[in-house]
């Protein structure tokens, strides 16, 4: 792992992702020839939501192969029962470093440094992955860790969160929803947030660490917005309007739903849509 822009190890996040691939292997053996339909919109009674958040820059070196793992959890869903809802997000502190990354944002630094609070870390590091913004998964983890850390989330009651039909019309493209929860049964109040976030991007780095790399990424990170509270006992539902970059493709965005303790605490609940076709 890299912290604040010091030279990585590739063989730590290497045996990081192939510790993974094992671990997960036998458990998700019958999903394996199944795509990103299952991940169409959640969530639903029988599939039990779980928020993967990669922090990670096209500036590190160590990052690409995290970017892999979380590309295999979003396309596979390994885990029978289990629906990853996975987020690329793209920091800042990497692009003085050769290369500024086209998807790196600040909003998204300053998250990641809000959770090194929360989590005890002394500083922030790519790549960092956080299961339901509670537990990290770490590159020495052994194969039961990880998959303990993937269980307890997915027998965490959560919850429900709806995304009602998403459309997308305009120029420049603005983006409609309705977001809807059910009530809120943990004993504090959280926050409701939407994150629109590209399908697939793919990046030609031309310096830095990955100079000369084709990197390509998934649910990358476009806009993290607060769209209202949740009460402890209460629900939410609301109306959502999205301005969106102009020349986003349509068919390739996908809009995430969360609810999430302040702090930024424990992921209550989640969900995913697409918009219509």
Same mark, same amino acid.
């Given at each position: 792992?890299?912290?604040?822009?010091?030279?990585?190890?590739?063989?730590?996040?290497?045996?990081?992702?192939?510790?993974?691939?094992?671990?997960?292997?036998?458990?998700?053996?019958?999903?394996?020839?199944?795509?990103?339909?299952?991940?169409?919109?959640?969530?639903?009674?029988?599939?039990?939501?779980?928020?993967?958040?990669?922090?990670?820059?096209?500036?590190?070196?160590?990052? !690409?192969?995290?970017?892999?793992?979380?590309?295999?959890?979003?396309? /596979?869903?390994?885990?029978?029962?289990?629906?990853?809802?996975?987020?690329?997000?793209?920091?800042? /502190?990497?692009?003085?470093?050769?290369?500024?990354?086209?998807?790196?944002?600040?909003?998204?630094?300053?998250?990641?440094?809000?959770? *090194?609070?929360?989590?005890?870390?002394?500083?922030? +590091?790519? !790549?960092?992955?956080?299961?339901?913004?509670?537990?990290? #998964?770490? #590159?020495?983890?052994?194969?039961?860790?990880?998959?303990?850390?993937?269980?307890?989330?997915?027998?965490?009651?959560?919850? !429900?969160?709806?995304?009602?039909?998403?459309? #997308?019309?305009?120029?420049?493209?603005?983006?409609?929803?309705? #977001?809807?929860?059910?009530?809120? +049964? /943990?004993?504090?109040?959280?926050?409701? /947030?939407?994150?629109?976030?590209?399908?697939?991007? *793919?990046?030609?780095?031309?310096?830095?660490?990955?100079?000369?790399?084709?990197?390509?990424?998934?649910?990358?990170?476009?806009?993290?917005?607060?769209?209202?509270?949740?009460?402890?006992?209460?629900? +939410?539902?609301?109306?959502?309007?999205?301005?969106?970059?102009?020349?986003?493709?349509?068919?390739?965005?996908?809009?995430?739903?969360?609810?999430?303790?302040?702090?930024?605490?424990?992921?209550?609940?989640?969900?995913?849509?697409?918009?219509?076709?």
């Amino acid at each position: 792992m890299s912290r604040g822009g010091k030279s990585p190890s590739l063989l730590c996040a290497f045996l990081f992702f192939g510790l993974f691939v094992q671990a997960t292997s036998t458990a998700g053996r019958r999903l394996q020839g199944e795509d990103k339909s299952t991940t169409a919109n959640t969530s639903t009674a029988d599939v039990h939501p779980v928020v993967v958040e990669l922090f990670t820059s096209e500036g590190c070196s160590s990052c !690409p192969p995290a970017d892999i793992l979380i590309q295999k959890l979003d396309t /596979y869903q390994r885990i029978p029962g289990t629906q990853f809802i996975v987020l690329s997000e793209h920091v800042t /502190y990497w692009d003085h470093d050769g290369w500024k990354d086209p998807n790196s944002s600040p909003s998204l630094t300053d998250r990641q440094s809000a959770y *090194e609070g929360a989590l005890g870390e002394k500083t922030a +590091f790519t !790549p960092q992955i956080i299961v339901d913004g509670t537990q990290e #998964i770490r #590159i020495n983890n052994t194969q039961q860790q990880m998959e303990d850390i993937f269980q307890k989330a997915k027998a965490t009651p959560k919850v !429900p969160v709806r995304i009602d039909e998403v459309t #997308i019309d305009g120029s420049p493209p603005l983006l409609r929803a309705h #977001i809807e929860t059910g009530n809120n +049964f /943990y004993k504090h109040n959280a926050d409701v /947030y939407v994150a629109v976030a590209l399908d697939h991007v *793919e990046s030609q780095v031309l310096r830095g660490e990955n100079g000369g790399k084709r990197l390509v990424h998934v649910a990358v990170v476009q806009q993290l917005t607060k769209v209202g509270k949740l009460p402890k006992g209460k629900s +939410f539902g609301e109306d959502v309007q999205l301005r969106l970059k102009p020349g986003t493709d349509p068919k390739n965005v996908r809009l995430i739903a969360f609810v999430q303790e302040s702090g930024p605490g424990k992921l209550l609940g989640a969900a995913l849509r697409k918009p219509a076709s």
